[in-house]
Each structure stands twice: as structure tokens, then as C-alpha cells.
């Protein structure tokens, strides 16, 4: 299956401090998707990106998905944004969609 | 437009019994899906419905299954819990069909196998 590796696996920030996280994918993907797991454990869908570059408020993200990776940017972080993000990728499993997650970056953001 | 909800938040069992956990989807999505998740393993797919049938599964043993319904409700079962079945169990969905929709998770039940 399709390994997803996300970098760096934790990330301690200052508040207002710019961050990028990585994922790398082994193999060609349908769709990519970026989440946030608040402390709480609740998953939010920050981006739906299989190619491009997308910008929602302080986040945004770009996949370049011929070199298989995918990164999301962090600018003029709060402490709001602790958690842990995940990459999730969509690839093809005997014909169906087969979602699968990086491990994660932990994130903290101090004041 | 309410989001997924799932049943019950928190759950304690002991090893040996079963346990059927519930999701109900967002209107109008086709798709749910089910994932588990541990500090050990992360976030790991268990299976797919889609217009109640089971569309894809993972790894995991006979003894996880799930079903869906004709309203798109999905259950989870596990039978004959083991200490390590304890994990947050996440449900998805999606509009689905032939092209890619992005997920829509719930909350999660917190499962504690004691």
C-alpha cells in the first residue's frame, strides 16, 4: 500500500512564529487532505488538495503531485493551533478508494 | 447542516464481550467510513460502506464488521474484545460515488477494554 511519511513528527512554535509541514507519499494519489486533531481529539478537515495550492485564512497548502509530496503552511501561529496534523491520502486498493494517514506532526504553540 | 454523530462518546467494556458502536452520517453523504485509533498504530483504516455494501477493508481481524443501512447509518461491531481493541474509534463520510470527496469525521467513541 502507500506509505505516507510526515515531517518533522514534532514542532514546538512561538506564538506568531511561521511553521511548514511536510508529507511525502510513495505513490501516485487521488486526492490528499490535511486535518488538525484538536487536544480534544476532534479531526477537522483543513484542506481537500490533490494538486495546487489552496489558502484558507493564516493556513494555506500546495501539493505537487508528480513529486509526491504536499505541504502545509502555518503563518502567525496561535495557541490555538496545538495538535496534531495529519496527511491522509486516497489511492486505489483492488478498485476502491483506500484512505490512508501519515503518523502526524505534533504541533505546540506557547505564548 | 449537522455534522456526523456517533454513539455512544465513551464506552467501557471488559475482554471477551462485544460491542456495537453507531455513526450517523451527514445528510445526504453516501459514504462512511471507519478508522481506529492509537497512540501505537495511529490512525488506521477498518473498512468503507457505500449504498450498504462494504466497499473496502483493512487489515484488521474477522472480528471487527460493520453494516450499513439503507439511510446510510453505519454500525461498528467488535467481538470478543481484547485489551488492545482500547482506542478511539473515529466514523467518516463523504458524498462519495465516482469522484473523490473529501471526509467529514465525528467525534469519536473512546473505547476501554478493561
Known amino acids: 500500500g502507500i506509505q505516507v511519511e510526515q515531517s518533522p513528527p514534532d514542532l514546538i512554535l512561538q506564538e506568531g512564529a511561521n511553521s511548514t509541514l511536510r508529507c511525502n507519499f510513495s505513490?501516485?494519489?487521488?486526492?490528499l487532505q490535511w486535518f488538525h486533531q484538536n487536544p480534544w481529539g476532534q479531526l477537522i478537515n483543513l484542506f481537500y488538495?490533490?494538486?495546487g495550492t489552496k489558502q484558507n485564512g493564516r493556513l494555506s497548502a500546495t501539493t505537487v503531485a508528480t513529486e509526491r509530496y504536499s505541504l502545509l503552511y502555518i503563518s502567525s501561529s496561535q495557541t490555538t493551533d496545538s495538535g496534531v496534523y495529519f496527511c491522509?491520502?486516497?489511492?486505489?486498493?483492488?478498485?476502491?478508494?483506500?484512505?490512508?494517514f501519515g503518523i502526524g506532526t505534533k504541533l505546540q504553540v506557547i505564548p | 447542516k449537522a455534522g456526523v454523530t456517533q454513539t455512544p462518546r465513551y464506552l467501557i467494556k471488559t475482554r471477551g464481550q462485544q460491542v456495537t458502536l453507531s455513526c450517523s452520517p451527514i445528510?445526504?453523504?453516501?459514504?462512511v467510513s471507519w478508522y481506529q485509533q492509537t497512540p501505537g498504530q495511529g490512525l488506521q483504516f477498518l473498512f468503507e460502506?457505500?449504498?450498504?455494501?462494504?466497499?473496502n477493508k483493512g487489515n484488521f481481524p474477522g472480528r471487527f464488521s460493520g453494516r450499513q443501512f439503507s439511510n446510510s447509518r453505519s454500525e461498528m461491531n467488535v467481538s470478543t474484545l481484547e485489551l488492545g481493541d482500547s482506542a478511539l474509534y473515529l466514523c467518516?463520510?463523504?458524498?462519495?460515488?465516482?469522484?473523490?470527496?473529501?471526509?467529514?469525521f465525528g467525534d469519536g467513541t473512546r473505547l476501554s477494554i478493561l
Open positions: 491522509a491520502v486516497e489511492g486505489h486498493s483492488g478498485g476502491y478508494q483506500k484512505v490512508t
Open positions: 467518516a463520510s463523504s458524498l462519495a460515488g465516482d469522484s473523490y470527496q473529501p471526509q467529514h
Open positions: 445528510s445526504g453523504h453516501r459514504s
Open positions: 505513490d501516485s494519489v487521488n486526492n
Open positions: 460502506y457505500f449504498s450498504e455494501t462494504q466497499r
Open positions: 488538495i490533490p494538486s
